[in-house]
Nanobody
Framework: QVQLVESGGGLVQAGGSLRLSCVASGIRLRDYAMEWFRQAPGKEREFVAAISWSGYTTQYADSVKGRFTISRDNTENMVFLQMNSLKSEDTAVYYC????????????????WGKGTLVTVSS
């Protein structure tokens, strides 16, 4: 059974930082590009960041570029999202997802999803 479990969400003031983690079980993470998506209240789920299986290629949404950093540790089957300079508009449920093959920004290209972790940024 494949599971992706996110952690690290919480309440933070604007300008602060959080580090999200995602641990995978039931799959070999190095076979997958790993991605983060988010969904704010009343909005559609949107792409945030992605990292190739090797870690050499990363991609970010324009809204988080320069503030968020995605990384991975294939030996620990984990992926991370370091979020700095947080803004109120970053408030959302953040989802970890796995895409077999290469990086893609399309949510329908994901094969597995976590249940999400809530990030709330107060202004």
């Amino acid at each position: 059974q494949v599971q992706l479990v996110e952690s690290g969400g919480g309440l933070v003031q604007a300008g602060g930082s959080l580090r999200l983690s995602c641990v995978a079980s039931g799959i070999r993470l190095r076979d997958y590009a790993m991605e983060w998506f988010r969904q704010a209240p009343g909005k559609e789920r949107e792409f945030v960041a992605a990292i190739s299986w090797s870690g050499y290629t990363t991609q970010y949404a324009d809204s988080v570029k320069g503030r968020f950093t995605i990384s991975r540790d294939n030996t620990e089957n984990m992926v991370f999202l370091q979020m700095n300079s947080l803004k109120s508009e970053d408030t959302a449920v953040y989802y970890c997802a796995a895409a077999f093959g290469g990086v893609t920004t399309a949510s329908d290209g994901m094969h597995f999803w976590g249940k999400g972790t809530l990030v709330t940024v107060s202004s």
